[in-house]
């Protein structure tokens, strides 16, 4: 108990960042129309791609001689790399069909 | 000064990640806002590669970042732009599942650097180079983003093996109580590892990898493929907390923010999309008819008889009609029939029936199916109806032609209690004045329950693969 | 510019939580429809009554013999309440309206 | 360990305020949820009292400090129990200029501290006690809480008084430039203290003070009166920047949270009032018409001529109707007409009519005045019907009784683009069979414009004032 509270208080913002951003994610979708339910899920998944950004670090930060390290972090890089493009292309295909629905 | 930019950098980016998604959530703004997400990934990962500094040291082995980042861009790109639009579900399962990698590829790492520390400095006590008291905390996290990435990443890739049918559903008794155990064991391991991590017991740490693999697999399985959709958005939003906990590992705010960003808004549209279709999360994940549905005609009692309706008389009934609407559904995507179906409405056009198509907002088998599908075939949006206004329409229509939908024009949604799909809102095509249904048979659809419409005086059967009966209607009224 | 950089990237977090919560702040209340404007308005009003820890805070801090402050800081400490406990009632007896609605 | 649960209780308050803010925002929760908003100021209100410790040491002056809050909570119950439900914005108003002085008093003790340091220690070059470095930040963060807090100390006063008629408008040529220079001199005179503070200029800040004081008199006064709930939300948001100064001061997160979570919603908030009548925030601040319609009738060009009808006839008419439809406006605020009203409305149900309220969401002079008006005299909440509902309903109703009503029936806004109130959604009272319309002249309304529907061979004129119209109507059918 104690420990949590002492944990709490000294990851105070970390704490208020994660729980305010919890209520943006689910305000900022909660009027999706479910035509687009297909397009917001690809969308949302290429934003968890910014995890490439961790794979980034590793790699940048393995031992030019340890070889695990450097194959797992290149391996990262490229499947986060997939996963930021693939998911932005797509994301924007699906959603060329909506680009009609402005003209009239 | 240079890591101060950087951290402007990771600002922008979580900015742009929260308007990007607010704006996808709506059909005017959402391709605008795809491209500003994307933006904001530039800014963060071209900031990290260039500005990012531990302890006053930049990062090396630049060669490999960017060959793996062009590696990674040109598949990525190709892979994206040649895949067909009815296939993207399972390009965006396979885009997710590489997330999930990614972060558990991370935790390997990682937890590699600290096993070197602990066995080359001989165990426990003199853990040198790494802070001890600090292990707990940082394996915690490790741990998190090896099991929900690698879940994540297996889950995925069973559901992409799913929808493009290289993988069939399979399931056996008790297996929800074996996921659970399952689920446990992983974590109970986890727990332990946690506290009494030493160089004589790290191997666990791989087990834990194995085990969660396993698990990821065991969830997808036994999940009716049709339920596909829903699946992945929860995966999504799996990977979504995995980014996160790199963020926490790194107490890097641009992770953390876009990863609970998605953790957050997918699990939202998970919801989302099982109230679509009018059914609990619990009731998907647990497959009541998911999976039950390929079981064929559940209580198929006899409802009577049937009318059918030849080729040639429904060519007539269609072109002699002032206004058609044309549902589609499922089986017109299964047959690939959307090109042979434009054919159809455009001759019908070109005689002076005013055509339109009514969509059904879980017609198909994922959100927005049917517009996918009938946008590849170059059908004018315009044309594209949602369901509240096709419903006003349907009294003034001569004709309703539904192609390959079942469930969606079910009244049983509206009439009876017991129904699994009651009160899901539906098509009201009985309002028309005369309804011509194609299917190959008898079968039911989805949800697996017989449909009453298809027994009622204005509905006529017209039998057979959509595609081979779009194009003999096309021949037929040709010939008139 | 520099200085603007270095206040940014030591206050962050702050930065962080100001930012999302002027997201959640607007996402919030988007789909108030127009009736409840003025309760919504008057909650709102209880809300920033949070002013009031500051003037306990003040308060209690003040040197016994420092009567300015003592003066200023009980002034604060009235005010701060009746902005808190003024507007919360308020708003509830506007919302009283509403009850009925829930009966049919 | 204590501070912790009261980091703890912040947590808490801050999730409170926003969850109640969410609940506000839809009818069926609002009231759950401005009491869950209560609860959690409590609990961060007692957690400070009772936890808060700076440099390990308690606070103090507990006996000032529960005089104070025993004080305003007795006076701010008493006062918001009270007030009649009408006089609610001028009772929102006068609390929100508390939170505003609050604010700034705390600035002004804050300050205090410092000048004594100063002073005591002998200007700048030996600040001693306060830290030198750090006083520009904590000298921006107070005077900002200052200046905003005593603007909107001194705006809602004035809006108050406004509301309540005992301040009359008031304007003088080239006044909003004098308040933009007089906000430029303010915050000139704040960057120039903020850098150059020293012993023997820091009187500047009670000039500061002073000055803002005044902008927030001048800033309200030429608003018209009508458009005081917009101004009222306004600096119910500057109020909540204040309050996230004192946040920023005290490294406090509760208070900064709530401070910006009504900044934000309030700034919203203050905008989509605006969108209610149609306007911009521009152009209520700059009062085109909230002032200019108490210039009486702009342009009235003679529109032909009107029907009058007299007492008799119009309780022959309402008493012999199937379905009359009331529709209340500004002017039976005015008259407190309300109970009349309902005394009309119940006798002619007795008589077998049937009567409903159509309630414009802009009615009156603030968003529900309407209904706040209509519940004070226990008209059920079933009889108020929103616009949307009443426009359908009309075309089946025999008689529109329009009382103290104009812009809100005004055709002009969906015919004459010219017009001020061009756009705004109206009540169609010309579906209905018959038209009554009382009020005491044929003078305009808030927009200060003329009203087509008065001329139209529907429409019939019932002068005078609505309580008495009413109360004579009431005798008249009475006597039947
Ligand atoms: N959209 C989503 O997000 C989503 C996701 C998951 C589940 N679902 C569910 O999927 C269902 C969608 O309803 P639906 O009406 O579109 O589809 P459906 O109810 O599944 O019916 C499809 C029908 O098409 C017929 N069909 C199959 N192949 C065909 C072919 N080659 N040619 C002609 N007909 C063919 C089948 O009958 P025959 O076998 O007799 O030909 C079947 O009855 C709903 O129950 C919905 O809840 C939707
Ligand atoms: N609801 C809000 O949030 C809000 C806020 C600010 C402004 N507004 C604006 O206020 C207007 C509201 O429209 P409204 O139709 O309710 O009011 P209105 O357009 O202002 O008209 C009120 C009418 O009532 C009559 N009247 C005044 N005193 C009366 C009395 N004692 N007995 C009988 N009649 C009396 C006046 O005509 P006589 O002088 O001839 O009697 C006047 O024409 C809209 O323009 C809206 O944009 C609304």
Not at chain 1, 50 to 60: D, N, P, Q, R
Not at chain 2, 430 to 448: F, T
């Amino acid at each position: 108990m104690n420990g949590i509270l002492n944990w709490i208080s000294s990851n105070q913002q970390m704490i208020y960042i994660v729980i305010l951003m919890i209520f943006v994610g689910i305000e900022v979708i909660g009027r999706v129309p479910s035509v687009l339910h297909t397009p917001l899920m690809s969308g949302a998944n290429a934003i968890h791609g910014v995890v490439i950004i961790g794979a980034i670090i590793v790699m940048g930060k393995a031992e030019s001689d340890n070889y695990v390290a450097l194959v797992l972090g290149f391996l990262a890089v490229i499947v986060g790399t997939l996963n930021v493009v693939g998911g932005f292309v797509v994301t924007d295909r699906m959603l060329e069909m909506f680009k009609k629905k402005k003209k009239p | 000064m240079e890591f101060n930019i950087l951290t402007l950098c990771y600002l922008i980016g979580s900015v742009t990640f929260i308007l990007g998604l607010k704006m996808l959530s709506n059909p005017a703004t959402a391709r605008k806002g795809n491209l500003i997400a994307a933006t904001g990934m530039i800014i963060a990962i071209a900031g990290t590669i260039f500005l990012y500094e531990e302890g006053g040291q930049k990062l090396g082995n630049y060669g490999w970042i960017f060959g793996g980042i062009t590696i990674g861009t040109i598949i990525g790109f190709l892979a994206a732009k040649k895949v067909k639009m009815t296939a993207m579900p399972e390009m965006v399962s396979m885009f997710n599942g590489m997330g999930g990698a990614c972060a558990a590829l991370i935790s390997l790492v990682e937890f590699g650097h600290l096993k070197d520390a602990m066995v080359t400095h001989g165990g426990v006590d003199s853990i040198g180079a790494v802070k001890w008291d600090l292990v707990p905390g940082f394996l915690l996290i490790v741990l998190l983003g090896l099991i929900i990435g690698s879940v994540s990443f297996a889950g995925s890739m069973i559901a992409w093996g799913k929808l493009n049918g290289k993988i069939k559903d399979f399931s056996f008794k008790g297996q929800h109580l074996f996921n659970i155990g399952l689920l446990l064991l992983i974590l109970g391991l986890a727990v332990y590892l946690v506290f009494n991590i030493s160089s004589s017991n790290y191997f666990i740490f791989y087990i834990i990898f194995a085990l969660s693999l396993l698990y990821g697999v065991f969830f997808v399985f036994p999940i009716g493929g049709a339920d596909m959709p829903v699946v992945i958005s929860l995966l999504n939003s799996f990977t979504g907390v995995a980014a996160a906990c790199g963020g926490f590992l790194y107490d890097n705010k641009v992770m953390l923010t876009g990863g609970i960003l998605v953790g957050a808004a997918g699990t939202l549209l998970t919801i989302l999309m099982c109230k679509a279709m009018n059914r609990s999360l619990a009731n998907v994940l647990i497959g009541s008819f998911g999976g039950g549905a390929k079981a064929g005609p559940a209580g198929a009692k006899d409802q009577g008889h049937y009318k059918e309706i030849s080729l040639s008389d429904s060519a007539v009934v269609l072109s002699y009609a002032n206004r058609v609407y044309i549902v589609p559904g499922y089986g017109l995507a299964v047959a690939q029939a959307q090109h042979a179906c434009h054919e159809l409405e455009k001759l019908l056009e070109s005689k002076g029936v005013e055509v339109k198509y009514a969509i059904h907002p879980v017609a198909g088998r994922m959100p927005g199916h049917m517009n996918v599908l009938l946008a590849e075939a170059d059908v004018p949006y315009e044309k594209l109806l949602e369901m509240e206004q096709a419903n006003e329409e349907f009294p003034s229509t001569d004709v309703v032609l539904i192609l390959g939908a079942n469930d969606v024009v079910n009244p049983a949604a509206k009439t009876d209690p017991a129904s699994p799909i009651y009160g899901m809102p539906i098509l009201d095509v009985e309002l028309a004045k005369h309804v011509i249904v194609n299917k190959r048979s008898m079968k039911p659809g989805y949800a697996g329950i017989e449909n009453d419409l298809f027994f009622q005086p204005k509905t006529s059967m017209l039998f057979g693969d959509a595609k081979k009966v779009l194009q003999d209607l096309v021949a037929e009224i040709k010939n008139l």
